[in-house]
């Protein structure tokens, strides 16, 4: 004669044997699918594919030349701290790098103030002909500048702009401010109107509203403006060393090319000279990255 089973005590016994999830209490842990597998691989490779170069470049500027000969893809053996001394002292990297900064600080500032102003007229004025005028910024972006060094080289010195800072400060404000104006106007079209009738209504006029309502509220699109064009403005080289021709105002990317040109055989100063130039702008890209993913994200222009 068999006892009856309380229905809640089976359910306890089949309870105790499975784990939430469904899965045995005694199951190992659950495998990782093949694809998270394969998409970690790809991902670390990409890693080393970007940060390779710049370790390798790091590690060649602390040998000796003959270090690098025997080996140059290795460690030092010997760490020739010296090396970034020597190659900023035999560079002159002080002059290049001080003008890199007055003229990306100036073509930043020129491009914010540009694409701020367009980008509004086009996102909340009624302006005439506005289709035509964001075809012609899609256009301009996606033409090569090599096809204005010709026409630029003469104007630039029929200007008297030819061999200045600031005519290349105008030539930089010209190539990026058709990206940062389809940039922030991305932003500006997701703020709510609502906002501003409301600043309106109280009595502020349209140079008002848009310093105190819609630029605050598009600070993050004007840091990725700002970082975007900063970097390009600090790496562009064709466009300096044609229009710039004294020493004292060549940027650094122009000053390492001149002095690439004299130390042919010495690829430790070399090495020692680049990692110098590409750390400022590795550092402030590393330090606003956060916030450069953020706001091209927040734009919706992440996929362009």
């Known amino acids: 004669m068999s006892a009856a089973v309380p229905p809640h005590a089976s359910a306890r016994r089949v309870t105790a044997g499975h784990a939430p999830g469904g899965r045995a209490a005694g199951a190992g842990p659950r495998r990782v699918p093949a694809g998270r597998w394969l998409v970690g691989v790809v991902l670390a490779g990409l890693a080393v594919f970007a940060i390779g170069p710049i370790v390798l470049f790091f590690f060649n500027a602390l040998k000796t030349n003959?270090?690098?000969?025997?080996?140059?893809?290795?460690?030092?053996?010997?760490?020739?701290?010296?090396?970034?001394?020597?190659?900023?002292?035999?560079?002159?990297?002080?002059?290049?790098?001080?003008?890199?900064?007055?003229?990306?600080?100036?073509?930043?500032?020129?491009?914010?103030?540009?694409?701020?102003?367009?980008?509004?007229?086009?996102?909340?004025?009624?302006?005439?002909?506005?289709?035509?005028?964001?075809?012609?910024?899609?256009?301009?972006?996606?033409?090569?500048?090599?096809?204005?060094?010709?026409?630029?080289?003469?104007?630039?010195?029929?200007?008297?702009?030819?061999?200045?800072?600031?005519?290349?400060?105008?030539?930089?404000?010209?190539?990026?401010?058709?990206?940062?104006?389809?940039?922030?106007?991305?932003?500006?079209?997701?703020?709510?109107?609502?906002?501003?009738?409301?600043?309106?209504?109280d009595g502020a006029g349209e140079l008002r509203v848009f310093a105190r309502i819609v630029l605050p509220n598009v600070l993050p699109g004007i840091l990725t403006v700002a970082l975007t064009t900063g970097l390009?403005?600090?790496?562009?080289?064709?466009?300096?060393?044609?229009?710039?021709?004294?020493e004292s105002k060549m940027p650094l990317s122009t000053t390492f090319f001149t002095f690439q040109q004299g130390f042919t055989q010495n690829f430790t100063l070399i090495s020692a000279a680049g990692f110098i130039m590409i750390a400022p702008m590795l550092v402030l890209f590393l330090l606003l990255q956060r916030r450069f993913i953020d706001g091209l994200a927040s734009s919706g222009m992440g996929g362009m």
């Not at 290795?74 to 010296?82: I, M, Q, R």
């Not at 790098?97 to 491009?111: D, E, M, Y």
């Not at 390009?232 to 004294?246: D, G, I, W």
Request: aromatic fraction near 14%; include cysteine; hydrophobic fraction near 55%.
């Open 66 to 201: 003959g270090q690098y000969a025997a080996d140059s893809l290795g460690l030092p053996k010997s760490w020739e701290w010296g090396n970034f001394v020597t190659a900023w002292n035999q560079a002159n990297m002080g002059a290049g790098l001080w003008n890199s900064v007055v003229i990306v600080l100036g073509t930043v500032a020129l491009t914010c103030v540009v694409a701020c102003c367009a980008a509004y007229a086009l996102a909340r004025l009624v302006v005439h002909g506005a289709s035509v005028f964001m075809t012609y910024l899609l256009v301009s972006s996606a033409l090569p500048a090599q096809m204005f060094l010709v026409p630029l080289f003469y104007m630039w010195a029929k200007a008297g702009l030819y061999d200045s800072r600031l005519g290349l400060v105008l030539i930089y404000c010209g190539l990026f401010s058709p990206f940062a104006t389809l940039l922030l106007r991305s932003f500006m079209m997701g703020l709510p109107p609502q906002i501003e009738e409301a600043a309106r209504v």
């Open 232 to 246: 390009s403005a600090y790496n562009e080289f064709l466009f300096a060393v044609t229009m710039l021709q004294s």
